[in-house]
C-alpha cells in the first residue's frame, strides 16, 4: 500500500510510514479540500484511496525486489553477545554465523530509530530471546531478538544480542536518500574478516 501511494501521489500527502501491519498516511486537509473539493470530508476521500491502495496492492507487490549484499565481521570486539549465544545454544559460533549469513532475509520496516531495519526471518536454530537489560550498542552492529534480526544505525541503548557490525552506515541525514534499505528490500549478509571490515569503513 505504501508503494502504490507513492506511486500515486496527490496533493497535500506529507508522509507514508509502513509498519507491520498498519500504514500512516500523513496529508493536508486544508490543501486536499482546497484543490480536490471532495464530495464528502477529507476523511472519506483519503479513506477511499486507502482502500483502493489495498486492491492494488498485489500489482506492487510483484515488482522486482531489490537486494542487498551487506558485509558484516562476526568477530572480537564487533560481536560482543556471539559467545554467550553459541554457549547458551550449544552451537560453535562458527555455526551461528554460518546460518546468519546463509539466510536471505527481508526488510519488515524501518523504525526503532531513523534506519533501523527489522529483518525477517531468523533460522530457528540461531533464536534468541532479547537482552533482559538494555545496553550500549555500537552504530552498526548487527543484533538477533527472538526470530528477528536487525541493524543498528546509531549509537543507541539496545537490547538485542549483537553477533556482528556492518562498516556503512546505516543512516545518513546529509545523504539524497537518508536511508538506504526499504521495506520489502532483501537482505544478504557476507561474512568479513576485522581486516576486511576496517578497510571498508
Same mark, same amino acid.
Given at each position: 500500500?505504501?508503494? *502504490?501511494?507513492?506511486?500515486?501521489?496527490?496533493?497535500? $500527502?506529507?508522509?507514508?510510514?509502513?509498519?507491520?501491519s498498519?500504514?500512516?498516511?500523513?496529508?493536508?486537509?486544508? $490543501?486536499?479540500?482546497? $484543490? =480536490?473539493?471532495?464530495? #464528502?470530508?477529507?476523511?472519506? *476521500?483519503?479513506?477511499?484511496l486507502?482502500?483502493?491502495?489495498f486492491?492494488?496492492?498485489?500489482?506492487?507487490?510483484?515488482?522486482?525486489?531489490?537486494?542487498?549484499?551487506?558485509?558484516?565481521?562476526?568477530?572480537?570486539?564487533?560481536?560482543?553477545?556471539?559467545?554467550?549465544?553459541?554457549?547458551?545454544?550449544?552451537?560453535?559460533?562458527?555455526?551461528i554465523i554460518?546460518i546468519?549469513?546463509?539466510? $536471505? =532475509?527481508?526488510?519488515?520496516?524501518?523504525g526503532?530509530?531513523?534506519?533501523f531495519?527489522?529483518?525477517?526471518?531468523?533460522?530457528?536454530q540461531?533464536?534468541?530471546?532479547?537482552?533482559?537489560?538494555?545496553a550500549?550498542v555500537?552504530? !552498526?552492529?548487527v !543484533?538477533?531478538?527472538?526470530?528477528?534480526?536487525g541493524?543498528?544505525?546509531? %549509537?543507541?541503548?539496545? !537490547? *538485542? %544480542?549483537?553477533i !556482528?557490525?556492518i562498516p556503512?552506515k546505516?543512516f545518513?541525514? %546529509?545523504?539524497?536518500?537518508?536511508?538506504w534499505m %526499504?521495506?520489502?528490500?532483501?537482505?544478504?549478509?557476507?561474512?568479513? #574478516?576485522v581486516?576486511?571490515f576496517?578497510?571498508?569503513?
Amino acid at each position: 500500500m505504501a508503494a *502504490w501511494f507513492s506511486d500515486h501521489a496527490f496533493e497535500g $500527502l506529507k508522509n507514508i510510514i509502513p509498519a507491520y501491519s498498519s500504514l500512516t498516511v500523513i496529508y493536508d486537509p486544508f $490543501l486536499v479540500k482546497t $484543490l =480536490y473539493q471532495p464530495d #464528502s470530508t477529507v476523511y472519506d *476521500w483519503v479513506k477511499q484511496l486507502l482502500q483502493t491502495a489495498f486492491e492494488h496492492s498485489d500489482d506492487i507487490s510483484n515488482r522486482a525486489v531489490k537486494r542487498h549484499q551487506v558485509p558484516v565481521c562476526y568477530e572480537g570486539i564487533y560481536a560482543p553477545d556471539l559467545g554467550s549465544m553459541a554457549a547458551s545454544l550449544k552451537l560453535p559460533e562458527e555455526e551461528i554465523i554460518r546460518i546468519h549469513a546463509s539466510t $536471505l =532475509y527481508r526488510v519488515f520496516m524501518i523504525g526503532f530509530l531513523p534506519g533501523f531495519a527489522y529483518l525477517g526471518t531468523v533460522d530457528a536454530q540461531i533464536a534468541f530471546p532479547r537482552k533482559p537489560q538494555p545496553a550500549p550498542v555500537m552504530a !552498526g552492529s548487527v !543484533g538477533i531478538a527472538g526470530k528477528q534480526t536487525g541493524i543498528y544505525p546509531l %549509537n543507541s541503548p539496545g !537490547g *538485542w %544480542n549483537i553477533i !556482528g557490525r556492518i562498516p556503512m552506515k546505516m543512516f545518513d541525514p %546529509n545523504a539524497k536518500e537518508p536511508v538506504w534499505m %526499504n521495506p520489502g528490500d532483501e537482505v544478504q549478509f557476507c561474512p568479513v #574478516s576485522v581486516r576486511e571490515f576496517e578497510m571498508q569503513q
